[in-house]
Nanobody, 121 residues
Framework: QVQLVESGGGLVQAGGSLRLSCAAS????????MGWYRQAPGGQRELVAD???????NYADSVKGRFTITRDNAENTMYLQMNSLKPEDTAVYYC???????????????WGRGTQVTVSS
């Protein structure tokens, strides 16, 4: 099995910064795309940013210029640096990864349990 564990969430004032981490472990041959999603109370889960194994990135318009996604392929870890945080960034943030568990095996999608980010005004 594969586990994704997020960390780094918390309470911050508007304008502040947080850095989220996602560590993948378990039966992993390789990890393809990884991403951060978020879900606000009463809302749907939405893509925040994703990154390919080669480092190509994609961001939601609402976070462009404020958030930066990176990954360390050797450590199977992904990060989200969040700057200039706004109250509307308040949500549970989830880590997502497409994992190949064996050579030439299929890609399986895994989710972390989430970490709460709360931005006060």
């Amino acid at each position: 099995q594969v586990q994704l564990v997020e960390s780094g969430g918390g309470l911050v004032q508007a304008g502040g910064s947080l850095r989220l981490s996602c560590a993948a472990s378990g039966s992993i041959f390789s990890i393809k795309n990884m991403g951060w999603y978020r879900q606000a109370p009463g809302g749907q889960r939405e893509l925040v940013a994703d990154i390919t194994s080669g480092g190509n990135t994609n961001y939601a318009d609402s976070v462009k210029g404020r958030f930066t996604i990176t990954r360390d392929n050797a450590e199977n870890t992904m990060y989200l640096q969040m700057n200039s945080l706004k109250p509307e960034d308040t949500a549970v943030y989830y880590c997502n990864a497409f994992v190949q568990r064996r050579f030439q095996g299929p890609l399986n999608r895994f989710w972390g349990r989430g970490t709460q980010v709360t931005v006060s005004s």
